[in-house]
Every structure is written in C-alpha cells, then in structure tokens.
C-alpha cells in the first residue's frame, strides 16, 4: 500500500506579508540619529556602504515623500560623517 497520496504533489507558494511600515520607520529612525548623534563615522567603512545602499531601500516601502526626506537626510548625516574623518 503506497503512502505517496499522503503528500502533497505541488508546492503553495508562501503567503506575501506587507512589509511592517512601523518596524522599518523605528529602524531608520534609529539609524538616522545615530548618525546625527555622531561626531566621528559609527560604523566600520564596510558598514557604512551597506547602509548607504540599505537605507533607501527600506525606505522605499514608507510613502514617497517621508522616504525621500528619511534618505535624503541620512545620505547628508554620511557626507558629514566622512569629511569629519
């Protein structure tokens, strides 16, 4: 006696989630003040990449203005940062 119609045959594809808009708000909030906060570069070069490119695309998912505003201002926080040494 075969099991096999015990399992199923096609695989269902995993619910999509809207992404958690609060969650990513805190989080660039965060990160933003840290930023602002800093006198000196907080993370490591490698880091500071990666949230050069992070950033907007978390942004992305918040309304276009706030995200543009969110980003543009972290982007400023990260020159200043830089040329602080």
Avoid at 19 to 44: C, G
Avoid at 46 to 75: C, I, N, R, V
Wanted: proline share 7%; glycine share 2%; charged share 30%.
């Amino acid at each position: 006696m075969s099991q096999l119609p015990l399992f199923r045959t096609t695989r269902s594809e995993p619910e999509q989630r809207s992404p958690d808009l609060v969650h990513i708000r805190k989080s660039l909030n965060r990160l933003l003040r840290i930023a602002r906060d800093a006198q000196i570069m907080p993370w490591s070069e490698g880091e500071a990449e990666s949230w050069e490119k992070l950033f907007p695309q978390l942004a992305a998912s918040l309304p276009a203005d706030e995200a543009e505003e969110l980003t543009s201002e972290f982007k400023n926080e990260l020159v200043r940062l830089r040329a602080a040494g």
